[in-house]
C-alpha cells in the first residue's frame, strides 16, 4: 500500500506542476512577464483556495468549471469556421485538413513503435483510463463525495463518457485553427515575448529576412491551397493530389524557416525557450478573435488547468496524509490533527510542482507530457490492484518486490526509447507502458510468490 502511495505521488506531483506551466503560459504572454515568476503566482493562488476549501471547495468549483469549458471550446471551434475565407467552407476546410496529413483519425496498423494507432488506442489506452479512473485518488475522490452508490456510479460513467467528446472537440478545434493558418499569413514564431527580444537584439535584421522568406513561402502555399480546393470540388483528383504535394513541400520549407528561426531564438538569449507549440492556440485567440471571447477562452483555459490542480493537490495531500504519515508515521492523531496536516502537505506538493513546472517546458507538448507521466506508473500502480483483487495468491512481498522490478523495467524501456536504442518489441510508443507495467507486475510477482513459498518450505524441512 506505501508503495503504491508512493508511486502515485511521485507520477502526481509531477503532472501538477504540468498543470500549473499550462496557465503560466498565458498569464506571462499577457503580462509580459517572466514565466517562472507567474508559475509560481498561479501555483499559491491555487494552494491558497485548496488548503482553505479542502475537498468540497474542488468538487464544486469542478462543476462550475466544466459548464464553462464545454462552452467556451464550442465557441472557439464556431468561431474558427467562421473565420475562415469566404471561398473556404466547413467541408473544404476538412479536404485541406485531410490532404495535409492532419486527419490520420484510426491507423489500424500494428506497430508497437506508433504512439496514436487503433491498437494503442483501444489496447494500451484501456489500461491507462483503468487505472486513471479506477486508483488515481484525484478521481477515486470525485466518487467518494457522491451523496449515494448510485450517484457515485453515475459521475463515473458520466466522467468517462464527457472524456471522449472533449477531446474529439480539442483536437478538431486543434485541426480548424491549422486550416485557418494555411490561409491568413501566422507568425514566424509564436511566443511573442521572445520574439520581441530577438527584434531588439542585434538580431533584428536576420529575423527580418526570415520573416521575408517565410512570408513568400507562405503565399505560394496559400496559392496551390486554393487550387487545391477547387480541384477538390471540380473532381479532378488528379490535381488535387499533384497540388497536396506540391503544398506540403511548401509547408516543409516553412517548417524550416521556423526552425532558424528558432535556433535565432536560441542565439539571442540561450536560455529562451524555443518550442512554442503550446503558443498557438493563444496567438489565435489573442490576435484573431473579438475581445469579450478573449476572456471566456482565457478563463476556459485558467479553468480546465487550475481545476487539474486544485483536484491533484487535493489528492496528495490526501495519499499523504492516510497512506504514509497515519499508517506509518503518527497513528494516534485526532481527526483535527490530521486535518492541519492535509493542508501543510497541500502547501509541501503545491510548492514542489510549482518548482516541477519551471521545468515543464523540456517536453514536446502539454497534452503529451501528461499522458508520458501517466504511462510512466498507471502500468505498475494498475497490476498492484490486480493483484489485490484477482490474484490471492500473490502475498503483500512479493507484489512489493515486483512492483519495483516492474516500474524497474518500464523506466528502462522508455529510458532506451527516448535516446533512440530501444529495437525489436522493446521499440514501443509510451501508452504500451502501462501494459508492460501491469503485466510485469503480475508475472513477477507470481514468480517472486513461488520462489518464497519454495524458499519457507525448504527451511520448514531442514
Known sequence: RSLTAILFLVQRGLAAGITIYAPAIILSTLLD?????????????????????????????????????????????????????DNIGFVDALHVAGKMGRLNVVNFEFELSDRYNFWSGITASLFLFMSYFGTDQSQVQRYLSGRSVKESRLGLIMNGLLKIPMQFIILFIGVMVFVFYQFVMPPVFFNKVEKEKVQQSVYAEELKVMEQDYEVVFNSKKQELNKLVDAINNGDEMAAEGLATSALALEKKSIA?????????????????????????????????????????????????????????????STSTIDLYKRSLFKAGTDKHYLNSSKWFTLLWGVLAIIFATYAS?????????????????????????????????????????????????????????????????????????????????????????????????????
Open 257 to 317: 524557416i521556423r526552425d532558424d528561426v528558432k535556433a535565432l531564438v536560441k542565439k539571442s538569449n540561450p536560455k529562451a525557450e524555443t518550442n512554442d507549440k503550446d503558443y498557438i492556440f493563444m496567438t489565435f485567440v489573442m490576435d484573431h478573435l473579438p475581445i469579450g471571447l478573449i476572456g471566456l477562452l482565457f478563463a476556459v483555459m485558467f479553468s480546465a488547468a487550475m481545476s487539474s490542480t486544485a483536484s491533484e493537490l487535493n489528492a496528495l495531500a
Open 362 to 462: 523540456l517536453f514536446e507538448n502539454l497534452i503529451q507530457a501528461v499522458n508520458l507521466l501517466g504511462s510512466l506508473f498507471y502500468g505498475t500502480i494498475l497490476g498492484i490492484f490486480v493483484v489485490a483483487f484477482y490474484v490471492k495468491y500473490i502475498g503483500g512481498n512479493a507484489v512489493f518486490y515486483a512492483s519495483l522490478l516492474a516500474e524497474a523495467c518500464v523506466i528502462y524501456v522508455h529510458y532506451i526509447n527516448s535516446n533512440g536504442t530501444a529495437s525489436g518489441l522493446l521499440e514501443m510508443g509510451y501508452l504500451w507502458y502501462n501494459v508492460v507495467g501491469c503485466i510485469l507486475v503480475v508475472l513477477f510477482g507470481y514468480v517472486l510468490q513461488l520462489m518464497m513459498k519454495n524458499s519457507k518450505e525448504n527451511e520448514l524441512k531442514v
Open 33 to 85: 512577464k517572466d514565466l517562472t515568476l507567474t508559475c509560481i503566482v498561479i501555483g499559491f493562488l491555487v494552494i491558497i483556495y485548496t488548503v482553505s476549501g479542502g475537498t468540497k471547495a474542488v468538487t464544486q468549483t469542478q462543476k462550475q468549471q466544466m459548464v464553462v469549458m464545454m462552452g467556451g471550446m464550442i465557441i472557439a471551434g464556431i468561431m474558427v469556421i467562421s473565420m475562415l475565407p
